[in-house]
Structures are given as C-alpha cells and as structure tokens.
C-alpha cells in the first residue's frame, strides 16, 4: 500500500513562494512508469493538476501555472517538492500530492490527505 503525506506551512504570505513536501512510503518515487503529482482545490472550485514529476525526474507543468511552479525530488528521501512563487490569495487552496498518470486526475490511485495553504498577510 503506497501512503502520501503532504507537509508544510500553512499560511504563507503574497508575493512569496509555497513550499510544500509530498513524502512517499510503501513504493519508491524512481519505480519505472511510475508518475508524481501535485493537484490543489481552491475554496468552492473544482481541482486543478498543477504539474508532475516522472519517475525519470523529468517535470511537466499546467501552462497556466509553468512561470511559476517548479517540482523536485529527493530520491534519497523518498520525497517530492512543490514550489509556487509569487503567491496571491487567489493561490488559497488544499494541495494535494498524488500518484498517477494521464489527464484524469479522479483515477490517480494514491492521494494523499491534502494540506490546506491560505495566501494572507
């Protein structure tokens, strides 16, 4: 059974940049075809696939949010990270890492809890 656990702060200030960290137990982010993800829901709206990182290293981003979105790992750690910079309120949402491929998210099989990040000063 593959468990995801999202950390990090839960209030971050506009204009700085998000940071939050997706640890994976029970599989290892570098298994072949294997595809990491990091989606968010912002209050009252529907989720939104921010990007990914496959179990090469290599990134794909959501073109709306590419200038400002940057995932790494630590397969050291077993670890993926999220940044987003330059963060507005309308960045507030619950993000969500998650294990999966393809355009429809609903089938990504491994989620974890989510983590709620508000944008306020």
């Known amino acids: 059974q593959v468990h995801l656990q999202e950390s990090g702060p839960g209030l971050v200030k506009p204009s700085q940049t998000l940071s939050l960290t997706c640890t994976v137990s029970?599989?290892?982010?570098?298994?072949?075809?294997?595809?990491w993800n990091w989606i968010r829901q912002p209050p009252g709206k529907g989720l939104e696939w921010m990007g990914t990182?496959?179990?090469?290293?290599?990134?794909y981003y959501s073109p709306s949010l590419k200038s400002r979105t940057s995932i790494s790992r630590d397969t050291s750690k077993n670890q993926f990270t999220l940044q987003l910079s330059s963060v507005t309120p309308e960045d507030t949402a619950v993000y969500y890492c998650?294990?999966?491929?393809?355009?429809?998210?609903?089938?990504?099989?491994?989620w974890g809890q989510g983590t709620q990040v508000t944008v306020s000063s």
């Open positions: 990182i496959g179990y090469s290293g290599n990134t």
């Open positions: 998650a294990r999966g491929a393809g355009v429809v998210i609903l089938r990504y099989d491994y």
């Open positions: 029970g599989g290892s982010i570098t298994t072949n075809s294997d595809h």
